[in-house]
């Protein structure tokens, strides 16, 4: 183990040897052994760094902000109004018709592109015509392989 390794190592899980892979805990412990003023140093930075981390504490929230927490979350309201009440209930019902029609006109668009122009037989072909027989820029559909 390098003593880069070893500093990529305490910077990811701490001067505390339990904390490393087992794979690697071996070999960084050996590098520890030796005193190599690089790791020694490493192994300072990671430890000051767990023990600012471990002194810090959060104070358990008070009995008026859970209460706001309960009360603000849609199950906890006790006076929750009717779906049909509330303002906006019917914007998710008028996306989902908005995105089945958009379906719908996409589907025609392509069925309208796929047939001929006319609808009849002798009509003009289709955008997705691909037997080389007439393009749709003409009627035009002369043999021209003889030439």
């Known amino acids: 183990m390098t003593p880069e ?13 339990e904390h ?10 050996a590098l520890v052994a030796q005193r190599d003023p690089e790791t020694l140093a490493a192994l300072a930075d990671a430890s000051s760094l767990d023990m600012l981390l471990s002194a810090h ?26 779906v049909w009440k509330k303002p906006n209930w ?3 019902g008028a996306g989902f018709v908005g995105v089945g029609v958009a379906g719908i006109a996409a589907g025609v668009l392509v069925i309208s592109l796929a047939t001929s122009f ?13 037997t080389g027989e007439s393009t749709v820029f003409s009627s035009n559909t002369s ?4 030439q």
């Open 143 to 146: 043999d021209w392989s003889d």
């Open 118 to 130: 006319s609808g009849a037989a002798g009509g003009q072909p289709s955008f997705f015509d691909q």
């Open 5 to 17: 390794r070893f500093r990529h190592l305490t910077d990811a899980y701490g001067a505390i040897p």
């Open 90 to 92: 019917w914007l998710s």
């Open 57 to 82: 504490g959060v104070a358990a929230p008070g009995n008026d902000l859970i209460r706001r927490i309960v009360e603000s979350s849609p199950a906890g309201s006790s006076t929750r109004k009717p």
């Open 20 to 29: 490393w892979p087992e794979a690697e805990r071996a070999e960084a412990q």
